[in-house]
């Protein structure tokens, strides 16, 4: 299992209020079966949202921004709701998964055949966590919880930019 550095402990009744909020993305890590899946939804929906309002040439660059930002208040949120929860590497804790889908997002053209190329690519690398990926999962806290995502982002990003230069 993930991120053997949290000690596991009872959940606490003390619920942080802005790390459950970013950790569950605005409540999609609540949602069943499979909030992971929700969280990267999540983040597709934002990016063609942004994609609609920002010119082409500047959604590169704001994807980066934004998966950057996920990335790092994930990390103490997810910190905060893996302590809270009593749990290492708690499935409603989906920041990680938006990030790790902005990543894979970054150069895509926007459009729905490539953000679904990109969610399936990514969700593939998040679930099969191939080398190093599985490796991260094991850096403390929601370091490992974050950057393990974000490493199958990157993995996504590099084989969807492949995939587009064939096609």
């Known amino acids: ?49 942004a994609a609609q309002t920002l010119h082409p ?33 708690p499935g409603h804790v989906v920041i990680d ?8 997002l970054i150069f895509c053209p926007p459009d729905w055949a490539h953000a679904i190329l990109a969610f399936i690519l990514f969700r593939l690398f998040d679930i099969l966590k191939p080398p ?7 850096l403390p806290a929601g370091t490992g919880i974050m950057l393990d995502d974000v490493a199958a982002g990157l993995f996504a990003l590099a084989v969807v930019q492949i995939i587009h230069l064939w096609f």
Do not use: C
């Open 132 to 138: 190093p990926i599985r490796q991260l999962e094991r």
């Open 97 to 104: 998964e938006v990030a790790g889908q902005l990543f894979a």
């Open 1 to 49: 299992m993930a991120n053997s550095n949290i000690q596991t402990h009872p959940p606490s009744e003390k619920k942080t209020f802005w790390a459950w909020l970013i950790g569950t993305f605005f409540g999609a890590g609540l949602l069943k079966p499979g909030p992971g899946t929700y969280g990267s939804a999540a983040a597709i929906v934002l990016w063609l949202t």
């Open 57 to 89: 040439a500047h959604l590169p660059l704001y994807t980066a921004l934004a998966a950057i930002a996920a990335t790092l208040i994930g990390i103490p949120a997810a910190t905060i709701v893996a302590r809270e929860s009593g749990r290492e590497d």
